[in-house]
């Protein structure tokens, strides 16, 4: 999953993204909301982190603007700004939820999974695929009932893949789903994560592979299914 986090205090932005990164997502940093709107328009998120106050206007203002344009995405609105009337301005604005600052992070990541688990996106909680089940909010796969212990980036492929299961899904997709800007990303990146991945699949037992379509992209496909094609 990715997220966009628009904050201009460094400290605290690179303290949160450090913490979502830990937890399994891709996560973009802006400092203005010009810059914010850029990024909206580059990329699909499953999340902004909004603060209230920005060095070239209000995130209220703003938000208000991203609904009027259809954009449904959930928001969650953070400020130090913390009296009752500002909180019923940051709704009816339209936030999915508000967090005084300054911020747990433990409760910030429980907010935000419970959002997206309140999302309209996220009406499966937990993906089942042959033997595998893969929960989007926790960040978790097991196989068999064992929990695998993967890294974020295979993570994220695997979601990618189970998305769209049986189908083909283009190198370009996967690799901008995967990737946060200012990620540093080598040419072979998405090749040695679905190979880090197979070797997962495979030592795990599990019942489904990665198909590769040379020159197009990756399909995800049970094995049984793959060998009585």
Known sequence: MRILLV?????????????LLSCGFAVDVTRTLDEAA?????????MVLLESALPDGD?????????REGRS????????????????AIFNAGADDFLPKPVSTDELIARMRAILR???????????????????IARQVSVGGRILRIARREVC????LLNRAGRT??????EDSLYAFDDEVSTNA???????????????GATLRIKTARGVGYTLELIGAASAA
């Open 38 to 46: 850029a990024a909206l328009d580059c990329a699909n998120y499953h």
């Open 59 to 67: 995130g209220l203002d703003w938000l208000k603007q991203l609904r």
């Open 73 to 88: 995405m959930p928001t969650m609105m953070m400020s130090s700004l913390n009296d009752l009337g500002r909180r019923i």
């Open 157 to 160: 492929i695997l979601e990618h």
């Open 190 to 204: 998405l090749e040695v994560g679905i190979y880090r991945l197979r070797t997962h699949l495979s030592q795990a």
């Open 7 to 19: 904050d201009h205090h460094a400290d605290f932005a690179r303290h949160v993204k450090e913490v």
């Open 169 to 174: 899904v283009p190198r370009a997709s996967l």
């Open 118 to 136: 309140r999302s309209t996106q996220m009406t499966a909680p937990v993906v089942t695929f042959g033997n595998l089940h893969f929960d989007p």
